[in-house]
């Protein structure tokens, strides 16, 4: 039986179907053939899910996107008058950000549970390398172009670090059910452009989908439902053609995923009265 509260999904740090969107390859509302979140939605939609797309800002910092994606759950629900809590689907960043958002907007009674899938719970090498090399890039851009990158900063590990520390306990007692899942995938097979920093990830932290470790993703154990074999960009429903190479059919491949969203779906009742 569907859960009776929706089901939002939120993206992560930069959004690349807001390149998708502005050369129109639908006119359709409904379709999210192109959307960040691949035939996600309508696939939960077909299975009797409410489920909701949610936009929050590209690439801006935590506090940012915390914000917006609250406003987002305040639009959806009319301020929580036509659904009292909802569930929270989220990937890589936009796991951190629902964190950021139920902590500081003590919002533990209005998220029944939040499982993220590929989040840098601890942060990333990744960023670590980057904003050692480019770091200053970030407030050049601001300043230049009005473009805030600040949100690279809250993937670095330091800053997850001081994040879990400061949360571990409201996040351990209050009454939001965490579930965490991570995917993983050998070199070969990850997509292309994601061989670089796969190749630094794996040199600080082991296994891992392109940008975020197994570790991080899975944030603690006793959050952690299990691994998937998809890179970053698999895990929102894309295939890349480094499928190809371990034989995968792109429609059984992309089907898969889908059923893994049907499958966290599936399992969110029990988050309920």
């Not at 990744?126 to 480019?134: S, T, V, Y």
């Not at 990830?201 to 570790?215: A, C, P, Q, T």
Request: hydrophobic share 35%; charged share 25%; proline share 4%.
């Amino acid at each position: 039986m569907p859960c009776s509260y929706p089901i939002i999904l939120a993206h992560g740090i930069c959004p690349f179907d807001w390149v998708l969107s502005r050369v129109r390859l639908s006119h359709r509302p409904d379709d999210d053939r192109y959307h960040y979140f691949r035939k996600i939605r309508s696939t939960l939609r077909a299975s009797g899910y409410d489920a909701f797309h949610s936009r929050v800002s590209w690439a801006a910092d935590i506090k940012r996107r915390a914000w917006d994606l609250r406003g987002e759950l305040n639009r959806i629900t009319r301020n929580f008058e036509r659904h009292p809590r909802v569930h929270i689907i989220a990937h890589s960043m936009g796991g951190l950000d629902a964190r950021y958002m139920i902590n500081h907007y003590h919002m533990e009674d209005h998220v029944a549970s939040l499982t993220t899938i590929g989040t840098p719970h601890l942060g990333t090498s990744f960023a670590d390398w980057g904003l050692k090399r480019f770091g200053g890039v970030i407030a050049i851009v601001r300043t230049v172009l009005s473009l805030d990158l600040r949100g690279f900063k809250n993937l670095s590990r330091e800053y997850c670090r001081g994040f879990n520390r400061l949360w571990e306990d409201f996040e351990r007692y209050n009454t939001v059910a965490y579930q965490t899942i991570a995917g993983v995938q050998p070199l070969d097979r990850t997509f292309a452009p994601l061989r670089p920093s796969y190749r630094i990830i794996w040199r600080k932290e082991g296994e891992n989908d392109g940008l975020v470790s197994l570790k991080s993703a899975m944030w603690e154990e006793r959050y952690f439902l299990g691994k998937i074999d998809a890179d970053h960009l698999n895990q929102i429903g894309w295939w890349d053609r480094g499928e190809a190479k371990g034989k995968m059919n792109r429609e059984a491949f992309e089907k898969g995923i889908r059923e893994i969203y049907l499958g966290v779906a599936g399992g969110l009742n029990k988050f309920e009265p």
